[in-house]
């Protein structure tokens, strides 16, 4: 079985801030890892996926994660936060096998951005 | 412009009274999901579908029912078995395979 849990429901930072949002899974076998991010009732958008190419995976506005094997993490970083990022982020998993196509997501976490 | 529509932005539905959410795609993928969304819980996965005529019960798939007749459309019906129909509706596609998905912009489903 395939999951992916988000530590922390809420992240608190102020604009200009470093940004880091948690995230470990739990596969048997190689997954394909993605971070999507959703503005208020509105649908899902990627930021970024990890494919097993490079462990470092670089996505839209500045956000990046690092694929790391040995602490099963894939956590989403921005160096500084804008106001614009204040949004609800969603890690994913597909790992394929009897769930190829599935994700299973984590329970999100919500980012207030403080002036 | 090719992308992911959903139809209607917010649905009302009285007791006992099925509804049905629209999806359609010009993205020519094959495969479509439906997920509902509950604040604090994620996605959870109600359907999905790898291939036209074919689809399979994803985690929460009791008091719904879908259909792929054609490529670019899969309804989601929510039946009056389904007693707690409040929720956000989003559907995805994706090429097949453990691709990207891609979402629209989701349907509200309120009880009257």
């Known amino acids: 079985a395939q999951s992916v849990t988000q530590l922390g429901s809420h992240v608190s930072v102020s604009e200009g801030a470093l940004v880091l949002l948690r995230c470990n899974y739990s596969?048997?076998?190689?997954?394909?890892l993605f971070w999507y991010v959703q503005y208020p009732n509105q649908g899902l958008q990627l930021l970024l996926k990890?494919?097993?190419?490079?462990?470092l995976v670089k996505g839209i506005n500045g956000f990046e994660a690092e694929f790391k094997k040995s602490e099963t993490s894939f956590h989403l970083t921005k160096p500084s936060a804008h106001m614009s990022d204040a949004a609800e982020y969603f890690c994913?998993?597909?790992?394929?096998?009897?769930?190829?196509?599935?994700?299973?997501f984590g329970q999100g976490t919500i980012l207030t951005v403080h002036p | 412009d090719g992308g992911i529509t959903q139809s209607p932005k917010y649905l009302f539905r009285k007791e006992g009274q099925n509804v049905t959410l629209s999806c359609e795609q010009n993205?020519?993928?094959?495969?479509m999901y439906w997920y509902r969304q509950d604040p604090g819980q994620g996605l959870r996965l109600i359907y999905y579908?790898?291939?036209?005529?074919?689809?399979q019960k994803g985690d929460i798939a009791e008091g719904y029912s879908v259909s792929r007749e054609k490529k670019e459309s899969f309804p989601l019906t929510v039946t009056s078995a389904q007693k707690n129909p409040t929720a956000f509706y989003l559907c995805?596609?994706?090429?097949?395979?453990?691709?990207?998905?891609?979402f629209g912009p989701g349907t509200r489903l309120l009880v009257l």
């Open positions: 995805a596609s994706s090429e097949r395979g453990p691709a990207t998905q891609y």
């Open positions: 596969s048997s076998v190689p997954p394909y």
């Open positions: 990890y494919t097993s190419a490079a462990t």
């Open positions: 994913a998993i597909n790992a394929g096998g009897t769930s190829y196509g599935k994700l299973t």
């Open positions: 993205l020519n993928h094959d495969a």
């Open positions: 579908s790898q291939i036209v005529n074919d689809f």
